[in-house]
């Protein structure tokens, strides 16, 4: 009985061929729509790997930067406080929100002839990302919303430092402008 079944495996009919030929086939179809619907998951991907490499660093160096430069003029300006120094340290460059395009289908049924749902109702939900043309004619993320950076911490060394008072009104006032707990600001006596 054994020997029966070895020899059909050894000498395909027509039929053990175009079965094979139809498996083929079908493997063929089912694997070609889904490299079709990875290409949008790419691009959106490809979109915000963009914001995120264009916003690195020299962006967060840059507003560091500005916001140290600024929060020293304004303190120098304040009696008793002096000459200043400031370090500020970030938790993180701020974020960017890239705009989405959403969209929501429904197909079937929505409701019977008694009220009930129906039973064929399906949602269909997708995003795509937006973009917008640079003046080179290149695609990019538009972006909607872009938050500021979060402020870990403040360092600020001043000629008044040694005050009690001013060091509390420098406090006070890093406070008010970023938003960052006094435990995370350090006043600090220059020599």
């Avoid at 493997?27 to 790997?49: C, H, T």
């Avoid at 939900?125 to 640079?134: A, G, L």
């Avoid at 960052?180 to 006043?187: L, T, Y």
Wanted: aromatic fraction near 2%; glycine fraction near 10%; charged fraction near 30%.
């Amino acid at each position: 009985m054994k020997t029966g079944w070895l020899e059909k495996l050894k000498k395909p009919g027509k039929d053990q061929i175009l079965i094979l030929l139809l498996a083929g086939v079908l493997l063929l179809v089912i694997a070609l729509p889904a490299e079709e619907e990875k290409e949008p998951e790419d691009r959106s991907d490809s979109a915000e790997q963009q914001i995120q490499e264009s916003s690195r660093i020299p962006a967060q160096q840059e507003e560091r930067q500005e916001l140290e430069n600024r929060l020293q003029e304004l303190l120098c300006q304040v009696q008793g406080i002096g000459k200043t120094q400031v370090m500020i340290t970030l938790k993180s460059d701020g974020k960017k929100i890239v705009e989405k395009d959403k969209e929501q289908s429904q197909d079937g049924a929505e409701s019977t002839a008694e009220g009930g749902n129906g039973s064929g109702l399906s949602v269909r939900s997708s995003e795509s990302t937006v973009y917008q043309r640079d003046g080179s004619g290149a695609e990019i993320p538009y972006v909607s919303e872009q938050q500021a950076p979060e402020i870990a911490g403040v360092l600020v060394v001043a000629q008044g430092g040694g005050d009690a008072s001013a060091a509390k009104e420098i406090t006070e006032a890093v406070m008010a402008l970023f938003g960052v707990e006094a435990h995370k600001i350090k006043v600090m006596k220059m020599e």
